[in-house]
């Protein structure tokens, strides 16, 4: 490491020594292959093909976001190889938090750190607005009815001109799945994978009969013409869809943050990033191109999108199941989401960057409860404060702004620490990591100029943190943590 507070970097075999055996308080290795798999497409089938596939072909890309989806797939393969190297070679808790730290020094892991809470909590909260739309939509099937008051965030436009106060199933569910995850992992994939299975099998049902259904007419024109605002569908429109629906692959990253407690992870970490991603990038290509062909686009902007469009086609009792799938899809996503944001949280904290309450592994359960309780409350709070659009446009633009991270690590490691061992290797270096950088860029650049604006508010608000309590805390532990004091300047 260097002794500037603001070039300080630690070193490959640091952070593997604090994850193998130089910290206290270990998180165990209990997950397999098949885990991290499940937990990616749980963490990337859900609110993105549930719910933000209506908004993105009613506002930006029509039948064309299939063709937003495709694009969106091609940047997250050239990140996955990318994420793929890391956690084989660094399988350690933290996930792009700790590449960054070990490539690009203190301050940029802080930046990371701190927007990857936009990726994962704002993740979470999304997820659950999204699941308390279908929730509220299966309740009502059954004849009950939530008070108007509680299902939606406040200034929310609501029917008959009710008012909104707070969208109390979208924090309620926040609140059953931290407790969960206090629980313990087993328990967690255990539920997770058996979700994932019938929501996936759910998904298959609809795309085989909804292909049925399909009006090929609906798809005509592919790319609506511009309505001379850049975004407002054309091929602008498709390039912001994808910039929108980005928020839907991000599940997939979740896995490098479980590495540290992978069973094998030099060889699962990978099976787990790129099979999740192959998987999940399938489902959405072919959800929305049955979607588009069954709805008129523009009619798609509604909460339920994928049960709406099994109504259009008479099938009333397919729609409960969808709901369920739905539902139940949205759950395993908020649970990866939050999975992961505790497990930032603990890598931060045990590096001084936080408090160390944040980096506190349970006795019994062997999870970092004061993290994953702390994630959840705020969670729970900002899911039943903040509308929906809003929080998918900040999720996407963190999630991009980290993955350019990960794809520079890549080439920054492979120039600092050349002959570390690395079981899985990017192919066609330096071409993939670069094609990575300038697709994730492309797609920020499609977003509104306000989300921008409000990135910038938030990596601000994380600066003065870190300048205010982060850069002390943490120079005092390398102080006094054997093995980490600093070093001097090279």
């Keep these: 490491m260097t002794g500037n507070s603001l070039t300080v970097r630690k070193s490959v075999a640091d952070i593997l020594a604090a994850a193998e055996g130089g910290e206290a308080a270990q998180l165990p290795r209990s997950l397999s292959a098949f885990d991290l798999v499940a937990l990616g497409v749980g963490a990337t089938i859900g609110a993105g093909i549930f719910v933000l596939t209506g908004t993105a072909a009613a506002h930006y890309a029509g039948p064309g976001l299939t063709l937003s989806f495709v694009l969106g797939g091609i940047a997250c393969g050239f990140v996955a190889l990318c994420y793929a190297e890391l956690a084989a070679m660094v399988p350690a808790p933290g996930s792009t938090y700790t590449y960054a730290y070990a490539t690009l020094g203190e301050v940029c892991a802080w930046i990371i750190g701190w927007d990857l809470v936009l990726e994962y909590a704002m993740s979470a909260a999304t997820v659950a607005v999204g699941w308390s739309g279908y929730a509220r939509s299966l309740l009502g099937s059954a004849g009950l009815h939530l008070p ?34 206090m629980r313990g992992n087993r328990e967690t994939a255990r539920v997770n994978a058996g979700m994932v299975a019938i929501k996936v099998a759910i998904i298959l049902a609809f795309v085989g009969i909804g292909a049925a259904h399909v009006d090929p007419g609906l798809w005509s024109p592919l790319v609506p013409e511009n309505t001379g605002t850049f975004g407002e569908f054309g091929w602008s429109g498709v390039l912001r869809g994808a910039g929108v629906v980005f928020f839907a692959f991000i599940g997939f ?21 790129l099979g999740s991603l192959g998987i999940s990038t399938l489902l959405y290509v072919a959800v929305a191109a049955v979607l588009t062909g069954l709805v008129p686009y523009r009619a798609l902007d509604v909460p339920d999108p994928i049960a709406k469009a099994v109504e259009v086609i008479g099938l009333s009792a397919f729609s409960v199941a969808i709901k369920i799938g739905a539902i139940l899809g949205l759950t395993t996503a908020a649970l990866a989401a939050l999975y992961g944001q505790a497990r930032i949280f603990y890598a931060m904290a045990r590096d001084g960057l936080l408090p160390p309450a944040f980096a506190r592994v349970h006795p019994r359960f062997r999870t970092p409860v004061t993290s994953q309780g702390t994630i959840g409350a705020v ?20 999630t991009l702004f980290a993955f350019i991270v990960i ?28 094609l990575g950088i300038l697709s994730c860029l492309g797609l920020m650049l499609g977003l509104p100029g306000d989300t921008w604006l409000r990135l910038a508010l938030w990596l601000a608000l994380g600066l003065a943190i870190y300048f205010g309590y982060g850069r002390r805390a943490a120079r005092l532990r390398r102080m006094g943590a054997p093995g980490l004091q600093e070093s001097p300047a090279r």
Excluded: K, N, Y
């Design 253 to 273: 990253e979740t896995i490098s943050t479980a590495a540290g407690e992978t069973r094998r992870p030099q060889r699962d970490a990978p099976i787990g990033l």
């Design 407 to 434: 794809c520079t690590a890549v080439l920054v490691l492979r120039r600092t620490d050349p002959g570390h061992p690395r079981p899985f290797r990017v192919p066609g270096m330096p071409v993939v990591p670069i």
């Design 379 to 398: 969670t729970a709070l900002v899911a039943g404060l903040v509308p929906i659009d809003l929080l998918g446009e900040l999720v996407s633009i963190g």
């Design 148 to 181: 108007p008051f509680l299902t939606a965030a406040p200034f929310s436009a609501l029917p008959g001109g009710a008012t909104a106060w707070f969208d109390l199933p979208a924090a309620a569910i926040i609140g059953v799945l931290t407790l969960l995850l």
